[in-house]
């Protein structure tokens, strides 16, 4: 089994700054390709990044590009988002989420989710 826990959320004004953690447990966590997928009240759950097993390869989903960063420490058995400049929008559950392979921005393909950590950003 593959157990992921996040960590990090929490309330912020807007425009400040958050940084999510996501620990794995239950299988080799470098083998993964890791994301992070967001859910706001009364919508779907959307991308918002991913990385690649080694940390070399990146992705963001254009609303948080360039206020995002998606990091990872193998040798902590965790990836990280980042967040800068957040805004009201971006008040979701922010999940983690991990595949063997590169699953991309595809929420379906992803076989291993956390249980989510809240992000309220107020104005």
């Known amino acids: 089994q593959v157990h992921l826990l996040e960590s990090g959320g929490g309330l912020v004004q807007a425009g400040g700054s958050l940084r999510l953690s996501c620990a794995a447990s239950?299988?080799?966590?470098?083998?993964?390709?890791m994301a992070w997928f967001r859910q706001a009240p009364g919508k779907e759950r959307e991308f918002v990044s991913s990385?690649?097993?080694?940390?070399?390869?990146?992705m963001y989903a254009d609303s948080v590009k360039g206020r995002f960063t998606i990091s990872r420490d193998n040798a902590k058995n965790t990836v990280y988002l980042q967040m800068n400049s957040l805004k009201p929008e971006d008040t979701a559950v922010y999940y983690c989420?991990?595949?063997?392979?590169?699953?991309?921005?595809?929420?379906?393909?992803?076989?291993?989710w956390g249980q989510g950590t809240q992000v309220t950003v107020s104005s």
């Open positions: 989420a991990g595949d063997m392979m590169y699953s991309g921005v595809f929420g379906a393909a992803y076989d291993y």
């Open positions: 239950g299988r080799t966590f470098s083998s993964m390709h």
């Open positions: 990385v690649s097993r080694t940390g070399s390869n990146t």
